[in-house]
């Protein structure tokens, strides 16, 4: 589902879905766009009781080619954490972004190796069952 933010409030209803159907797994894409802070709530929502099923993951296209290099590029990973890089997958937006300005971009997001690999292919392997 496109989660690039574009529509007002897009976050939150994306947000309420996934509350009210728990069994459903989600890929948003885009991880809220410019609007990615608010995705940071995922953090406490994992603590609350019964409130969240964790079946939220976020490709990163289009957003990690705008962050990449740029002054919210250290909120961006921070939001990727609180997400959880275990929840994302690289994404490139195309025709918009290429998958080689993609990499380009994703490359120089100060992530550590360990992140970059499960961002790039080892959380697609698992959600499709391949590992």
Known sequence: MDNANIV???NEKLFNLALVAPKTRFIFAHMGGLQFRFWNMLAL???AENLFGDNVCFDIS???VIAADSPIEEEFI???RNVGTDKLLLG???PQFSLAKTLDAFAKLDLT???QAQIRDRNARRLLGLD
């Open 78 to 80: 921070w939001t990727m």
């Open 45 to 47: 929502a994992r603590t």
């Open 62 to 64: 289009a957003s990690g």
């Open 113 to 115: 190796d360990a992140e």
């Open 8 to 10: 007002p409030a897009d």
């Open 92 to 94: 490139s937006d195309y």
